[in-house]
């Protein structure tokens, strides 16, 4: 609503433009998807939720804010932060 409001103001108005400001069908918005340490993102084994952060298995681990769950044999446990 800000942007649209925005450009209406702009149309009518014969001042420079601000700063700030919004060109009508530039603005573009790029999803970023994180998973907490421990957990990723998995569409082969959790088809129905491919964008769900599901816990790490044992046999992997995410030590960051990444997506995915990396491989590492030493890990034992669920949830695993650390190979």
């Given at each position: 609503i800000f942007f649209k409001q925005q450009v209406e103001v702009s149309r009518k108005s014969s001042e420079l433009l601000p700063e700030i400001y919004y060109i009508e069908g530039t603005l573009q918005m790029v999803w970023?998807?994180?998973?907490?340490?421990?957990?990723?993102?998995?569409?082969?084994?959790?088809?129905?939720?491919?964008?769900?952060?599901?816990?790490?298995?044992?046999?992997?681990?995410?030590?960051?804010?990444?997506?995915?769950?990396?491989?590492?044999?030493?890990?034992?446990?669920?949830?695993?932060t650390k190979c």
């Open positions: 970023v998807d994180r998973c907490y340490p421990g957990y990723g993102m998995n569409a082969l084994i959790h088809p129905d939720c491919p964008e769900c952060c599901v816990i790490c298995s044992p046999g992997s681990y995410n030590p960051s804010n990444g997506i995915h769950c990396l491989r590492c044999d030493s890990s034992l446990i669920y949830g695993a």
